[in-house]
């Protein structure tokens, strides 16, 4: 008996010292080692960081759509009383993540695969229900008891080395929370749709569209030889998902006195009429401090900028940037194409990985690239910057290494800054234009095979004109029906 009350003891006392308090949407006490406000201070640190490395999607009826749609949910949550921001980046990827504190972010790959506001509204308020329940937070908490590094424990101790960027981009902000805490944010999202005047089986929707992309993105993998899987939204739901379909069919018992509000289609087409898709093509932002240090290689035809004071060594085909302390370098090298691959696929190919942490493909200066965190190994013990640019038949690599951090060095952003000041040496050619969606109707008789032929889209046409539609795999449209195309 005394040893149970001085465990009792002992587990109060920390209670009061870290924290045990009741989550605001689930009701739940949990046991959390960081008070709200160091929540909100983090999430807007985190904030920050996104925007240096990722470009926002500047079409404001696109955005003023998902911000509207987004604090129309927000107000029904459990938290009201955070000041929301939704962000669209302009990434290709099929993905939306939410930060702790109320940032939440949608990809404008993924609202290409969106058929109606309802739709739309289900991803945000998934991701709402992520921040109410404060699953960020939690899992912080949980890992930082195991002693590893997360994405809380980088901002709160200010360390912003290479492995602890890795560490950000691997976490569950972007990949995920994990089955129970993303069940979890599927019924408070259900429960937010309701409230809000949606259907609560939009979340059911989306996930059935998703697993379309998933289930063509494995035919590609196979084809390709590419072992790596789909990793973004609701990866982790079956198609089938009994326990998903209780969670949503609760909130809908829940909140059955909610009447559904129709919304008119025409706007969302509207909204989403001209939005890019696929590759978004720009001139790299001229956003440095200093081009003294700006390289050409007129031979090669590139330039960039490596990091001010940084010693770069031309040796013909490969380039070395070396810090003054020897903390860190960047390796670049050109080469020739020798197969057709996917930039992506040819990094991790030609790395050995199955993984690139936060992989994303990304259009710059007319060349289309890709870039990623490569994980430590038996070769390098750090993690890597990898990047890599397609220029007709010559592919140019970079990789970012660290040797020895030094304090208070953000070693990612310099080599970002690095890559996206990377540009051909005559780049006054026009950019590529790039593809967007439109909504057209469909004549009698019309099917998706004939459309792709009519649209320069590369291969698998007809398969990115069903995922888009819904009707992968198989199946035509009716008359008059709306159909999105890409020109």
Known sequence: MAYRISLLFILGTICLVNGCATNPATGDAEFVTMSESSELEIGQEMHKKILETQPIYEDEKVTAYVNRVGQALAK????????????????????????????????????????????????????????????????DTARTGAKVLTV????????WALGDAASLWSSAAVMGYGREMELEADGLGA??????????????????????????????????????????????????????????????E???????VAKDPAEFRNTMEGLVYGPSYR??????????????????GFSLVFPDEWQVTNAGHTIVAEAPDKSAQIHMEVTRRQEELPPGNYLRKYYDVPL?????????????????????????PQPSRVAIFYRGSLIYMLQGEVNKPAPDTDYDKLFMDSIHSFA??????????????????ASPGTTFADIAKRMRIGRY?????????GYYPSGEPQEGEWLKIIK
Do not use: C
Request: proline share 5%.
């Open 356 to 380: 690139l942490m936060r992989s994303e493909d990304f259009s710059q200066a007319g060349m289309l690239g890709h870039t990623g965190i490569r994980p430590a190994d038996d070769k390098l």
């Open 76 to 139: 029904v949550g459990e938290r009201p009383e955070l000041t929301y921001h939704f962000t669209v980046l302009d990434n290709p990827q099929i993905n939306a993540f939410a930060l702790p504190g109320g940032y939440i972010y949608v990809n404008r790959g993924l609202l290409a695969y969106m058929h109606s506001e309802a739709q739309l509204a289900a991803v945000l308020a998934h991701e709402l229900g992520h921040v109410t329940a404060r699953h960020a937070v939690q899992q």
């Open 152 to 159: 809380m424990s980088v901002l709160t101790t200010g360390s």
């Open 424 to 441: 051909p040496a005559r780049g006054t050619a026009a950019l590529p234009k790039a593809k967007t969606i439109s909504y057209v109707q």
């Open 283 to 300: 001139r790299p932002e001229q956003n440095n401090p200093s081009e003294e240090n700006r390289f050409t290689h007129s031979r090669l």
């Open 461 to 469: 046409a007809e398969e990115q004109l069903r995922l888009i539609n």
């Open 191 to 252: 429960r937010y749709l309701s409230k809000a005047g949606y259907s609560p089986h939009a979340m059911i929707e989306v996930i059935s569209t998703l697993k379309d992309q998933e289930k063509f993105t494995r035919h590609l993998n196979a084809k390709s030889g590419r072992q790596q899987t789909y990793h973004g939204l609701f990866s982790t739901h079956p198609r089938n998902d009994t326990r998903l379909k209780e969670v949503v069919d609760k909130a809908a």
């Open 254 to 260: 829940l909140e059955k006195h909610t009447q559904v």
